[in-house]
């Protein structure tokens, strides 16, 4: 499922790269159900998974809602084992995984199976991923998925804050990045020429994913201001003697409900 999208963009002081060369800034926008294409964010879910922006749950850390995502809520069991749910942040570009200066985004957990205890086994919270070119030839060969629990304690009816930039990533193509899986500069290290690949004929790019297997049966939680950064810049000449400067997918993005439009006079 697609959105069209409104955003509200706050910009922040760019930085001039060199002199005739403008950097653009960093943004910040309000992604709604009815608002979403324009800043690349694209929705889909598979079986008896739900995904909704809603008000809640309880205070997000930013405005009055986020992204809730459900697997199998309120089906049987047996119905439940392969939903899934997936918000994809695609802005056209194959961005260097170097490139990737920071990747924050806050969890809320209200199934009880899936949150507590430190690295418990059942302990789920909506994960990220990233769509990655592991060896430069520009096609998608594997999936880095950074899970909060295995990051640190995964807890009940409370908004946490995740800094994916610093944490444990798994792959699926597995090998030595099986779960709980190893920090990103030691993929860099090894794969230098990796990069995230951003395409919305495919939906790839950066993606908040919850579901896709047994373990996430009855699960329940959402997801909220994602936070990316990047820190190096494609350039591109602008025909007037000077060149601009675009940086990767960078901005921080809110999730709210539609708002409701005041009564008509």
Not at 228 to 251: H, I, K, R, W, Y
Request: hydrophobic content about 40%; overall charge negative.
């Amino acid at each position: 499922m697609k959105h069209q999208a409104l955003t509200r963009m706050v910009a922040v002081t760019g930085t001039l790269l060199l002199p005739g060369i403008a950097h653009a800034a960093a943004f910040f926008a309000i992604v709604t159900p009815s608002t979403a294409d324009s800043v690349g964010w694209q929705t889909a879910t598979t079986g008896n998974a739900s995904l909704e922006f809603v008000t809640g749950p309880a205070t997000p850390p930013f405005g009055a809602g986020s992204l809730q995502f459900a697997i199998g809520k309120g089906l049987p069991v047996k119905n439940n084992v392969d939903g899934g749910a997936r918000a994809v942040l695609v802005t056209g570009w194959a961005m260097p995984l170097r490139s990737l200066g920071g990747l924050t985004y806050s969890t809320y957990v209200s199934s009880q199976k899936h949150c507590g205890g430190s690295r418990k086994a059942d302990a789920k919270a909506v994960a990220i991923t990233l769509d990655v070119d592991s060896d430069g030839d520009g096609v998608a060969d594997d999936v880095l998925i950074y899970q909060p629990a295995y990051n640190g304690q995964v807890l009940c009816d409370t908004w946490q804050q995740w800094n994916a930039t610093v944490g444990l990533w798994y792959s699926t193509n597995g090998g030595v990045y099986e779960a709980p899986g190893r920090p990103l500069a030691q993929y860099l290290f090894e794969h230098p020429q990796a990069k995230i690949v951003q395409d919305a004929a495919s939906s790839k790019g950066i993606a908040l994913v919850a579901g896709y297997g047994h373990a996430w049966r009855k699960f329940e939680g959402a997801a909220d201001v994602v936070t990316v950064t990047s820190n190096e810049s494609s350039c591109f000449c602008t025909g007037d003697g000077g060149m601009a400067c675009l940086p990767g997918p960078q901005g921080t993005y809110d999730f709210e409900p539609d708002l409701v439009p005041p009564p008509a006079p």
